[in-house]
């Protein structure tokens, strides 16, 4: 049985105060095995990006507790989260966010370098992920001379560059149209397969999730189903 990698308890997060004071999450708790190919589904303002960011140590709940690997990541200073969020976590996004005065080599390379590995190592960790999504022979094209689903699978391999454990994915197909977006979710399953990186896919369509082996759903901050999709309807085990 696979360990588990994440663990939410009762995550709260309240913006403001007083009477202007928004509840974005209540009270939200799961867990995440390795490995794992999940979802978080809501409509907008459900909370499941204020979830997603928070999981992914960009923010920080009003209460509760976030584990990896059983350690409160609240307990950790700043610096120790970033080390940890730059080791451990890989985010692909709804807009790619490359930097187009690099070329797609030169954006797949900035995790591993920020992460300290020498350039030939990274160098070489790069065109092994880039040929893994498909990418030979784009290493020196600027990242503004790629159609859309080569520069969201570019920034797929930039997620992936330090190998983490966790791709935490926020409309990853929201600007795609259906044959590229298809073509992601292949590749998710692929590179989940290879390399045993667990996904956590938010998205607001529920034929998106469907694809995945496990739906959470979130709805006005609080967490209301939690199913596997191989007994879809099924309380999850």
Known sequence: MAEILLRAENLDKVYGSGDTATHALKGVSFALAEGEFASIIGQSGSGKST?????????????????YHGQDVGALGKAEQAKLRNSLV???FQFHHLLPEF????????????????????????????????????EDKGANQLSGGQKQRVAIARALMNRPALLLADEPTGNLDTTNTEQVYKLFRQVSAETGTAFL?????????????????????????????????????
């Open 90 to 92: 890989g985010f692909v």
């Open 201 to 237: 896919i938010v998205t607001h369509d529920r034929n998106v999730a469907q694809q995945t082996d496990r739906i959470l759903e979130v709805l006005d901050g609080e967490l209301v189903q939690d199913v596997r999709n191989d007994y879809v309807g099924s309380p999850s085990r």
């Open 103 to 138: 070329s797609v080599l030169e954006n797949v390379l900035m995790p591993a370098l920020i992460g300290g590995k020498p350039m030939p190592e990274a160098t070489k960790l790069a065109e092994e992920t880039l040929g893994m999504l498909g990418l030979e022979g784009l």
């Open 51 to 67: 979830l997603l960011n928070m999981l992914g140590l960009l923010d920080t709940p009003t209460s509760g507790t976030i584990e």
